[in-house]
């Protein structure tokens, strides 16, 4: 079994900062990138970063230049978020593709981490 513990959600002022982390644990042989999307009330899933383990990163246009996603390791993923927005207020899922213990691809998602931004 594959955990994904998101930690680092809240509350904060429009144009403050947050930072989300995620760690996956259990039975991984590797994993391959690990990523967020947020789920606004009434929307759909979307995405947000995406990082792989060469180091390759991708953004959403809407967070480009305000967000940044790093790896501390090949299981743990940081978003750090600035300038944050009303709009940004959703429920961040931290996602990851890897491969089992058993050599199967997979992809999990974590719980979930709820980040209001009040004007």
């Known amino acids: 079994q594959v955990q994904l513990t998101e930690s680092g959600g809240g509350r904060v002022r429009e144009g403050g900062s947050l930072r989300l982390s995620c760690v996956a644990s259990?039975?991984?042989?590797?994993?391959?990138?690990m990523g967020w999307y947020r789920q606004a009330p009434g929307s759909s899933r979307e995405f947000i970063a995406r990082?792989?383990?060469?180091?390759?990163v991708k953004y959403a246009d809407s967070v480009k230049g305000r967000f940044t996603i790093t790896g501390d390791n090949a299981k743990t993923v940081n978003l750090q978020m600035t300038n944050l927005r009303p709009e940004d207020t959703a429920v961040y899922y931290c996602?990851?593709?890897?491969?089992?213990?058993?050599?199967?691809?997979?992809?999990?998602w974590g719980q979930g981490t709820q980040v209001t931004v009040s004007s």
């Open positions: 259990g039975s991984i042989f590797s994993v391959r990138a």
């Open positions: 996602n990851s593709d890897l491969f089992d213990s058993d050599y199967q691809p997979k992809n999990y």
């Open positions: 990082i792989d383990t060469e180091g390759n």
